[in-house]
T-cell receptor, first 117, second 115 residues
Framework: AQKVTQAQTEISVVEKEDVTLDCVYE???????LFWYKQPPSGELVFLIR??????QNEISGRYSWNFQKSTSSFNFTITASQVVDSAVYFC??????????????FGKGTSLLVTP | AAGVIQSPRHLIKEKRETATLKCYPI?????VYWYQQGPGQDPQFLIS???????DKGSIPDRFSAQQFSDYHSELNMSSLELGDSALYFC??????????????FGPGTRLLVL
């Protein structure tokens, strides 16, 4: 079975602060994908990143960075110099890697981030 | 670029009625997924189809059924609606390797309210 835990239910920061969203996962699969999605108040799910389990290289994309540590089963997401537009619910998700049928996403409960001016 | 299209975007039904949600995947995508997101909840996987065959099944109630048609669009049929079915229903599509990489692209969702 797969499980994703986002222990932080809500986070509130002031604009320009850095903020890290935690994600811890459990899986018996030896290969898997990890994801982060953003869900703004408008409701759509916006894809942010996908990481293979065999690729532990950290990634930076503008103000966003991701730290994948297989040893601690964590895939944390950091927003640098947060902005009001970053206010949203952020979901971490996990899936098995299947060869011929796609994969279902298992989402964490989400972390609601509020960035105030 | 074309995205996943879902219709209708909003739907209001009474208890015990039926509802049909439609999903039009990104052109050439061969896999469709359905997710249900209740208020304040995370999305829950319902069912998926690859090349018009059911490929995976999650927590889909027996009152719900789905299929993928020859043009790859998919429909989620919901019968005997209950208040608890009120949720945001997402469809996602992906393209299998080697042409694609299974990356899932989500539609805007259909918001269903059952009264």
């Amino acid at each position: 079975a797969q499980k994703v835990t986002q222990a932080q239910t809500e986070i509130s920061v002031v604009e320009k602060e850095d903020v890290t969203l935690d994600c811890v996962y459990e899986t018996r699969d030896t290969t898997y994908y990890l994801f982060w999605y953003k869900q703004p108040p408008s409701g759509e799910l916006v894809f942010l990143i996908r990481r293979n389990s065999f690729d532990e290289q950290n990634e930076i994309s503008g103000r966003y960075s991701w730290n994948f540590q297989k040893s601690t089963s964590s895939f944390n997401f950091t927003i640098t110099a947060s902005q009001v537009v970053d206010s949203a619910v952020y979901f971490c998700a996990l899936s098995a890697i299947k060869t011929n049928s796609g994969y279902a996403l298992n989402f964490g409960k989400g972390t609601s981030l509020l960035v105030t001016p | 670029a074309a995205g996943v299209i879902q219709s209708p975007r909003h739907l209001i039904k009474e208890k015990r009625e039926t509802a049909t949600l439609k999903c039009y995947p990104i052109p050439r995508h061969d896999t469709v997924y359905w997710y249900q997101q209740g208020p304040g909840q995370d999305p829950q996987f319902l069912i998926s189809f690859y090349e018009k065959m059911q490929s995976d099944k999650g927590s889909i109630p027996d009152r719900f059924s789905a299929q993928q048609f020859s043009d790859y669009h998919s429909e989620l049929n919901m019968s005997s609606l209950e208040l608890g079915d009120s949720a945001l229903y997402f469809c996602a599509s992906s393209l299998a390797p080697p042409t694609g990489n299974w990356a899932q692209y989500f539609g805007p969702g259909t918001r269903l309210l059952v009264l």
